[in-house]
């Protein structure tokens, strides 16, 4: 299959490494003429994944053109706030072109002023006669041990039901497993609020807090994701599996991720543009904090770890203090409004 991947980071680069090792011809865009010409010259992208050897048939181009031409997959592989800039440009190639093609996105997180999820977002600048289907692809899934090939696994989703099954196809490998998942809404969800649990995980760890810490903020965030996440139309036991628990635990406990990572920076004192700055990548949990909370307020949902967070990083409140504020918080109940959530999603399935 001809399939363009849309961004050169190190999950796009990692993803493009399988799709070659699968015999498709693939070809990467990028803005950066400088990763580009390394891609194409010296088969690295050392920016991003540090000693990795990419294939030689995989290339490189900085022509957006060129690379929407030659696909019928697009592979979008930018941060969220670059998504919508780039469908809109992807939208009026494709109309240039009288053309139409699959996309599968990989990127996790909400839009920060509209609080939509990424496939909504393409949903909104593209059209039928262009697209055939939008689909997501999320799990527990470091580059790094991508582009090593250590064994991974992998959900899809698609907003037609028509695409799941060619991606399912062309990414499953002998070290790549990919299943379907028909919760689009709880895969993009889970893969998206799992970053903001991560970075508290992260601030605890570099508080040098324990792992009964850690183990409980994990445990009761994921409770916190599937609250917001049902209320907005997921299916609960979405979160049990690969794009919720999976990728939790994963982002969670890793120094490959890099919302873990930030966590630690902004505990031992640095801002929060320090910290990002010296990532030298997107933090997607920092603006998906946002949209969470603010989510979380209009749809009436109680999420204690995503608002102290984002008092933590947006209203200046010091580290003991949010400490406090989740510890003292109002006696209750363990499965308080997940109880509740289930048992009204047991209804609505024994009423079919």
């Known amino acids: ?7 050169t980071g190190s999950f796009g680069t990692s993803l493009a490494m399988v799709l070659t090792d699968n015999k498709h011809d693939v070809k990467m865009y990028g803005r950066n003429e400088a990763v580009v010409e390394e891609i194409n010259e010296s088969h690295t992208n050392l920016h991003y994944l540090k000693d990795v050897d990419l294939p030689a048939a995989l290339r490189a181009t900085s022509d957006l053109t060129a690379a929407v031409d030659h696909a019928d997959l697009l ?24 053309k139409k093609v699959l996309i599968v ?20 600048e593209t059209t039928p006669e262009t697209v055939e ?26 907003l037609h039901n028509k695409g799941v099954t060619t991606i399912q196809d062309v990414f499953m490998s002998k070290y790549f497993r990919v299943y379907v998942n028909e919760d689009l809404v709880g895969v993009e969800i889970g893969g998206a609020l799992k970053n903001i649990i991560a970075l508290a995980v992260g601030t605890l760890h570099g508080l040098q807090f324990g792992d009964n810490a850690k183990a409980a903020i994990i445990t009761r965030g994921l409770q ?51 910290a990002e700055a010296r990532m030298g ?14 989510l979380s307020e209009s749809h009436g949902v109680e999420m204690p770890i ?9 209203d ?8 406090y504020k989740l510890m003292m918080r109002e006696k209750t109940s363990e499965t308080i409004g997940l109880k509740e959530l289930l048992n009204e999603q047991y209804r609505d399935w024994s009423n079919q």
């Open 1 to 7: 299959m001809n399939i363009s991947v849309l961004g």
């Open 75 to 98: 592979v979008i592989a930018v941060p969220v706030k670059a998504v919508r800039g780039l469908t809109k440009d992807i939208h009026r190639i494709l109309l240039e072109k009288n």
């Open 105 to 124: 996105h990989v990127a996790k997180g909400l839009e920060l002023d509209s609080y939509l999820r990424v496939s909504e977002v393409i949903e909104q």
């Open 133 to 158: 289907d939008i689909c997501v692809l999320s799990g527990p899934s470091h580059a790094e041990e991508v582009a090593l090939k250590s064994p991974t696994t992998v959900s899809t989703a698609s």
């Open 224 to 274: 916190e994701i599937a609250r917001l996440g049902t209320k907005m139309g997921a299916d609960p036991l979405t979160f049990l599996g690969l794009t919720g628990m999976g990728d939790l635990i994963v982002t969670a406990t890793s120094r490959h991720s890099r919302n873990f990572r930030c966590g630690i920076m902004l505990a031992e004192g640095l801002s929060l543009t320090e």
């Open 281 to 294: 990548m997107v933090v997607e949990g920092v603006n998906t904090t946002r949209a969470a909370y603010e």
């Open 306 to 314: 995503t608002k102290v967070l984002h008092q933590y990083l947006f």
């Open 316 to 323: 200046d409140i010091s580290k003991d203090e949010a400490f």
